[in-house]
């Protein structure tokens, strides 16, 4: 039996989860490279199908990853995978593959099977060993890891986990590489950079730097309106934000 994502998730959402919540990690934070833009769409990594890998008789963690899946333990199936994340890289080879499992499977899955607290803390594990592998790999490689797709979308979500966690010094350090690299990939005119920087107003915020908050939140509304965004949820909430 091949057991694609969308059935995966089905069979997770079936179960009681504690964590479900847990998606933003402020109200009206946005995941900034979760909804692709029109410059990054083409490259952004697709949802994982399960029956790529379980296909593949090579593969010996995906297997056990499956069957516990199929007798109805996902939650220790999500336990499997975080006790064996390298060996998991390993099998998944590429890092599109690893980008699209964690993203398609295995965060829907803490969200689900992980209080608030663990799920914070997982989801930064994650996102860290991901961003050091790809930088790792490509740079063994040769390919150029600060632009693929893959490590552009995990410095995003590595930044927001820092802040989900008030390591909000770290998330800023995060988000400005972030803005360095969508700068030198697609240029400033993108909604990429725009979110990114509403993000980074959001953390400076969070930590209690107001005035400097307010001169982002400034920076991403005129981006958001140079580029026609003023119907989206983050133009809404800039604009919310500016006006307390």
């Given at each position: 039996?091949?057991?694609?994502?969308?059935?995966?998730?089905?069979?997770?959402?079936?179960?009681?989860?504690?964590?479900?919540?847990?998606?933003?990690?402020?109200?009206?934070?946005?995941?900034?490279?979760?909804?692709?833009?029109?410059?990054?769409?083409?490259?952004?990594?697709?949802?994982?199908?399960l029956d790529e890998l379980e296909?593949?008789?090579?593969?010996?963690?995906?297997?056990?990853?499956?069957?516990?899946?199929?007798?109805?333990?996902?939650?220790?199936?999500?336990?499997?995978?975080?006790h064996n994340q390298e060996g998991f890289a390993n099998e998944l080879e590429s890092c599109e593959k690893i980008y699209r499992f964690s993203d398609g499977v295995i965060i829907p899955m803490i969200n689900i099977y992980k209080d608030s607290v663990e799920a914070k803390r997982e989801l930064l594990r994650i996102h860290s060993f991901n961003s050091k592998y790809f930088e790792s790999v490509n740079q063994m490689r040769g390919d150029d890891s600060e632009t693929s797709a893959e490590y552009l979308q995990t410095l995003g979500l590595l930044a927001i986990s820092y802040a989900r966690l008030n390591e909000?010094?770290?998330?800023?350090?995060?988000?400005?590489?972030?803005?360095?690299?969508?700068?030198?990939?697609?240029?400033?005119?993108c909604s990429d950079y725009a979110n990114t920087l509403f993000n980074r107003a959001n953390i400076l915020a969070m930590s209690?730097?107001?005035?400097?908050?307010?001169?982002?939140?400034?920076?991403?509304?005129?981006?958001?309106?140079?580029?026609?965004?003023?119907?989206?949820?983050?133009?809404?909430?800039?604009?919310?934000?500016?006006?307390?």
């Open positions: 039996i091949r057991y694609p994502l969308a059935i995966l998730l089905l069979l997770l959402s079936a179960c009681s989860g504690k964590g479900r919540n847990e998606n933003q990690p402020y109200p009206g934070t946005s995941d900034s490279l979760y909804s692709a833009s029109a410059e990054s769409e083409a490259n952004r990594p697709q949802p994982m199908e296909s593949d008789q090579t593969k010996t963690l995906f297997p056990q990853f499956m069957k516990l899946v199929k007798e109805n333990r996902s939650g220790e199936a999500l336990d499997f995978y975080l909000f010094d770290q998330g800023l350090k995060i988000s400005d590489k972030l803005l360095k690299l969508l700068e030198k990939v697609y240029g400033r005119n209690g730097k107001m005035v400097e908050a307010r001169h982002t939140y400034l920076d991403a509304k005129e981006l958001y309106e140079k580029l026609g965004m003023q119907d989206s949820g983050e133009y809404l909430a800039t604009i919310s934000r500016l006006s307390k």
